[in-house]
T-cell receptor
Framework: NAGVTQTPKFRVLKTGQSMTLLCAQDMNHEYMYWYRQDPGMGLRLIHY???????AKGEVPDGYNVSRLKKQNFLLGLESAAPSQTSVYFC?????????????FGPGTRLTVT | GIQVEQSPPDLILQEGANSTLRCNFSDSVNNLQWFHQNPWGQLINLFYIPSGTKQNGRLSATTVATERYSLLYISSSQTTDSGVYFC?????????????FGPGTSLSVIP
């Protein structure tokens, strides 16, 4: 089992550029999440998905879009990157809502927007 | 919304020492988790503990939901315990998933 993987690991964007972050999990988890972590802070939930074909907003969804076309993949898109989106992005997955605590995290993607 | 506080913000320990990390939250919660983020940034789920006590090796956690706090105990600390410890709670009163992370406790274990 690879667990949760994220692609890419690092990326530098210019303001206004777009990109997609890929999260993949091989644990057959229903729930998947995207978080961002800013320096000195805990994680903040951007969007999440409770199953294939579903997505929902978290705490800080503005400026991001997501898609869950396949159960194992959760994509995070930035249509027009802004410097405020410079952050480390973590993807996570869990088996179900009731086992929210059993979250497994990817290694993170460090994004810099200049 | 719910507020999550952690104390202390920073902690330096000599290897072999014990420590207690605290997480306070301002309202009732569905779930509470403890995570360890190692110096390389990897996040590891330590405990899922909305109430009661759990132990895993040198680590144990206790959550007293009625008093709105949770404690993480680290015994016989090792240098590999260094990193940031986060607690995260899941609000009960929102109609959507809202996982709130505390600001973390940064732990350094020195040999």
């Amino acid at each position: 089992n690879a667990g949760v993987t994220q692609t890419p690991k690092f990326r530098v964007l210019k303001t206004g550029q777009s990109m997609t972050l890929l999260c993949a999990q091989d644990m057959n988890h229903e729930y998947m999440y995207w978080y961002r972590q800013d320096p000195g802070m805990g994680l903040r939930l951007i969007h999440y998905s409770v199953g294939e074909g579903t997505t929902a907003k978290g705490e800080v969804p503005d400026g991001y879009n997501v898609s869950r076309l396949k159960k194992q993949n959760f994509l995070l898109g930035l249509e027009s990157a802004a410097p405020s989106q410079t952050s480390v992005y973590f993807c996570a997955s869990s088996y179900s809502r009731d086992t929210l605590g059993e979250q497994y995290f990817g290694p993170g993607t460090r994004l810099t927007v200049t | 919304g719910i507020q999550v506080e952690q104390s202390p913000p920073d902690l330096i320990l000599q290897e072999g020492a014990n420590s207690t990390l605290r997480c306070n939250f301002s309202d009732s919660v569905n779930n509470l988790q403890w995570f360890h983020q190692n110096p390389w940034g990897q996040l590891i789920n330590l405990f899922y503990i909305p109430s009661g006590t759990k132990q895993n090796g040198r680590l144990s956690a206790t959550t007293v939901a009625t008093e709105r706090y949770s404690l993480l105990y680290i015994s016989s600390s090792q240098t590999t315990d260094s990193g940031v410890y986060f607690c995260a709670v899941d609000e009960t009163k929102t109609s959507y998933d809202k996982v709130i992370f505390g600001p973390g406790t940064s732990l350094s274990v020195i040999p």
